[in-house]
């Protein structure tokens, strides 16, 4: 099991709202629970020695939903790091935020620049959470930011390659996810770090997050370990 870790596991954390709407619950409920969740699977990761976690919490495409739920989604950070942050920290974990500042609150903001910066010289796992992410958004920023530098003559076009474009994008210095795991059922990237899935194994589930256990993930590692023994023994 402890062999062949990934070093890098990217979640979709999906059906929130639907794990509320089975047990007649508002879907406040669901992402409450899903919170719980992500303290659970970010403590498996740690325990395993993985390096990287990176959780898709809030999409640019979320800010489409009731207003209510969109004010309920944005005190989840606080929440989250009140309880969770003193632990994370006893832990080692380093919290970091990839996606769109601009846009949050700034009760939301705040909570999370404190925990990134009360965290930052943690040397275990790297907990980081896209929020306000879009992909093509990303990938259109490196894009712009790299013509803008060719245009000031800093440089030259045939010195844009991968490696560029991967220093220009909100994952920075981390490695591509090794994992994907997507749960509910859904079968898409959703505009979720396309650039750096590109050569990732994927793993999805009919299980809704709320109800993913440390189990589902043991499994999907497993299963991510078993695939790297195929194609690594040809
Ligand atoms: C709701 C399932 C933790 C997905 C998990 C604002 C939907 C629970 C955070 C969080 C959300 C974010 C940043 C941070 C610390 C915690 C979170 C959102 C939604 C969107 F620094 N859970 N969580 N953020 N849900």
Redesign the pocket.
């Known amino acids: 099991m402890l062999e062949n870790v990934p070093e890098h596991i990217a979640i979709i ?1 999906d059906g ?1 709202g639907r794990w509320a709407k089975r047990r007649g619950l508002p879907r406040m409920a669901g ?1 409450h629970s ?2 719980k ?2 303290k659970r699977i970010t403590m498996a990761a740690n325990a395993i020695g993985v390096k990287y976690l990176t ?1 898709y ?2 999409s640019t495409e979320n800010w489409k939903r009731p207003k209510e739920e969109v004010d309920y ?2 005190k ?2 606080e929440l ?2 009140e309880i969770e942050l003193d632990e994370l920290i006893q832990n080692n974990v380093q ?1 970091r ?1 990839m996606g769109d500042r601009s846009l949050l609150p700034p009760h ?1 903001l705040k ?2 620049e404190e ?1 990134v910066s009360k965290t930052v010289h943690n040397t275990g796992l790297v907990l980081n ?1 896209a ?1 306000n992410y879009g992909s093509r958004s990303e990938m259109l920023l490196a894009v712009k930011a790299i013509a803008r530098e060719v245009q000031e003559g800093r440089k030259r076009i045939d010195e844009i390659d991968e490696s560029l474009m991967d220093h220009h994008l909100l994952t920075g210095d981390m490695p591509d996810p090794d994992l994907l795991i997507r749960t509910s059922g859904e079968l898409r990237l959703s505009n979720f770090m396309l650039w750096q899935l590109a050569y990732s194994e994927l793993w999805f589930t009919d299980v809704y ?1 709320p109800a993913f256990t440390e189990e589902h993930f043991h499994e999907a590692v497993q299963e991510y370990q078993r695939r790297i023994r195929r194609y690594g023994g040809i």
């Open positions: 954390m929130n992402h899903g919170m969740t992500v959780l919490a809030f989604l944005m989840l950070p989250f790091l919290v935020m939301t909570a999370v925990a959470f929020l997050w």
